[in-house]
């Protein structure tokens, strides 16, 4: 019995990369992989131009294809996690739409997950995107991976092959706000690394914003790190030590040198701002980490769907 591949891909504003991606996949399963059968599943994250349509014209074409349209947009990391638990392949390949990530990578990914790895990701060990947003994320993945105890992977997007059995450990999992970099670090089986290149897009705009990679940057942090808070909490501790000790002197050579020790109002605001700044800076973290456990507690769906089409 041929075994079943699933290919994973999310969309959003994607028309002009759905058509030829499809056909590239075809392609390669004919001329390279004719060993497995396989299924392409769209998962579109509320689309307003006309991917949709693009997408309905593809699965009316052929039976492999298939899409989930979501109601609203659900975010992008939200949407490729549903996605990915509504396959039914012997393994799942997450992968973007815009050519970012090299198809022909499939052969390797398969390759490797017949050598016995369940879990086969690509890392990004050179990018043709800003070579100055690469050197932001490289500062990222070194702090993060730095103040936790899970080894967090670098320049890892999400790109890969997931056996089946690791897609039940999604499915199981239950959570509103799924970190797939850090659930794949966390709780995955062994896994293969293979580096690529990743390539520029092939056509439209990148999706991504400050606000955007903020948020998974934060969603990174505040799940898998308890350093920050802690070191607001020694910091605190050391502050107040030190506050205690320059009040106190101060009181003792104001006593004993009245006229001579003139006290301004210089030390006081320089202590005041110094302290009030210290605070805002990790009640900001803290209202991050609360932002994140409110986010859990209120178990809201991943997604809603609209449609699914071929299922």
Known sequence: MMKKVSIIIPTYNEDENVIPLTAAIKSLFLEKLSQYDYEIVFIDNYSKDSTRLKLEGLCAMDQKVKAIFNA????QLRSPFYGMMQTKGDCTILMCADF?????????????????????????????ESKLMYFFRSCYYKTIGSTTEVDHISHFTG???YDKTFIDVL?????PVPYLRGIVAEL???RKEIPYVQAKRRAGKTKNNFFSLYDIGMLGIT????????????????ASAISMLIALITVVFKLFFWNEYPVGSAAVLTG??????IQLFFIGFLG???LNINTRVMKRPLVVEDKRINF
Request: hydrophobic fraction near 40%; proline fraction near 1%; aromatic fraction near 18%.
């Open 72 to 75: 609203k947009n659900f975010g």
């Open 100 to 128: 970012q990530d090299p198809i022909e990578l499939i052969v390797d990914f398969l390759r490797e997950w017949e050598n016995g790895y369940r879990i086969v990701i690509g890392i990004k060990n050179k990018s043709k």
């Open 159 to 161: 790109f890969g092959l």
């Open 171 to 175: 499915r199981n999992l239950d959570d």
């Open 188 to 190: 995955g089986f062994e």
């Open 223 to 238: 799940s898998y790190t308890k350093v920050i808070m802690r070191t607001a909490t020694f910091i605190g501790f050391f």
């Open 272 to 277: 005041v701002f110094l302290i009030g700044s």
């Open 288 to 290: 991050e980490y609360i």
